[in-house]
């Protein structure tokens, strides 16, 4: 199996009225997030990753019309936790991670792909920001109102 690329995007889901999807991870159960994930290659456009990480995680498909993803250019540098680090190629500390949102209505279906997530929830944005793991997704989803509003 290839090594992860360490640069990936964040995706934070919302409803108009700022409730957040997060969902949670199969390896590692009662670590809860937004959508993330890796580069298939290294010059895969953010976007396309968004999208595709979108899908294949939640099966919402931004079609650019109606469900529409926002860049926030907004990067994010963190250290890999060890843990999965053995993703990615040997010295790879560190990943750069790119901040996108999207808002869907609060009733799309969703579909998890059961090999990484096993259940999703809805909550208001400042109660999703407390039960995420990491600290960057947390702080992305306690700024959502400002990159919202913009």
């Known amino acids: 199996m290839p090594h992860k690329i360490p640069e990936s995007v964040l995706v934070v889901i919302h409803t108009p009225a700022m409730e957040v999807l997060l969902i949670e991870r199969a390896d590692r159960p009662g670590f809860w997030q937004s959508v993330t994930g890796s580069l298939d290659t290294p010059d895969e456009p953010l976007e396309q990753t968004a999208a595709r990480e979108l899908f294949e995680e939640t099966g919402i498909h931004a079609d650019g019309a109606t469900i529409r993803l926002h860049d926030w250019r907004v ?40 090999r990484e997530h096993l259940h999703y929830a809805w909550l208001p944005h400042l109660e999703a920001a407390d039960r995420c793991f990491s600290s960057s997704n947390a702080e992305a989803i306690l700024q959502l109102p400002w990159h919202v509003s913009s």
Do not use: K
Not at 82 to 92: I, K, Q, S
């Open 75 to 114: 990067s994010n540098v963190y250290e890999i936790y060890p843990v999965w680090r053995h993703r990615y190629a040997p010295g790879v500390t560190h990943n750069t991670e790119h901040v996108f949102s999207v808002c869907v209505p609060r009733d799309i279906p969703i579909l998890l792909s059961p």
